[in-house]
């Protein structure tokens, strides 16, 4: 997450589907990926970035020649701390992995979750994405100049909508665009869905004003004229997009999400060493890389305790960020 306001937020604590395969980097066997019975749980629904994350690692490892017949298995609820709980209960179950990202470490803040992410052990940072601000193609507001001049006059009146609980990515990106605006956060109508899946069918159907979510979550839907795309949240305009950052529409502050793996607690160092191995291994993967630039996801890796490092700032960050915009 890269927030950076006139509030200086969070400082140096941030500073931090798939194609046919095409290059393969060897057998599991001969890398020592395999992990038989290996499940990807995916803390949200389908259809989410967390979701499609998975789906797309568990896809490029097989292809890649990695490992085989990897699961991915949904299990949403409570902003992605229902699946949580579960990982934090499979002690020492090195064959189970979660799929997650920003969106947990708020939902933890939010839900007063008992368990954290540092009752997890830390894999791997895989990703950083941009979030995107999106209306439905009848919408009335053609650019983002419009839609933030009709959220001024009645914040209330103009829900927004977002794949995350409070505290997540698509929660504390449009509180940072109103806080820009001049808008009081506590005075957006947010309303949250549990994954971008979830949270499409109300912007096509106009239940919300606007959408925020993840650049590649929508990119079908932007593409065939589904959805209309105001903006990027991030410092530089995507490639393959035509849409201004909210610094180039007036707006004085940016925003990334990011995305990575945890497993259960009580591994053994075996354990832990051959899925942060296997991750590795498909991270260096022609197949991985294809994907990423398929995804409009920005490379962001970094593994074991330096990502553990990493999850423990985020944490720290989050909490100020809510207390500071008052939420």
Known sequence: MRMRTPIALLGAALLVLVGPPLLTTGSGAETGTQIPGLRFM???????????TARTAAKNAEDAGLTHNIEVFNLPGAGGTVGLARLVGEHGNGKLAMSMGLGVVGAVHTNKSPKTLADTTPIARLTEEQDIVV??????????????????KDPGKLPVGGGSSPGGPDHLAPMLMARAAGIAPKSVNYIPFDGGGELLASILGNKVAFGVSGVGEYLDQIKSGELRLLAVTGPKRVPGLDAP???????????????????????SDGERDKLIGLVTKLHDSQEWRDSMKK?????????????????????????QVLKELGL
């Not at 995916?42 to 499609?52: E, K, L, R, S």
């Not at 995804?295 to 909490?319: I, K, M, P």
């Open 245 to 267: 950052t909210l610094r180039e529409a007036g707006l004085d502050t940016e925003f990334t999400n990011w995305r990575g793996i945890v497993a259960p607690p009580g591994l």
């Open 135 to 152: 209306v439905s193609k009848d919408s009335p507001y053609k650019s983002i100049g419009q839609l933030i001049a009709a959220w001024k």
């Open 42 to 52: 995916v803390p949200n629904t389908p259809g989410g970035g967390y979701d499609i």
């Open 295 to 319: 995804n409009g996801w920005d490379d962001a890796f970094l593994t074991g305790d330096r990502f553990g490092d990493f999850l423990e700032a985020q944490d720290e960050s989050v909490d």
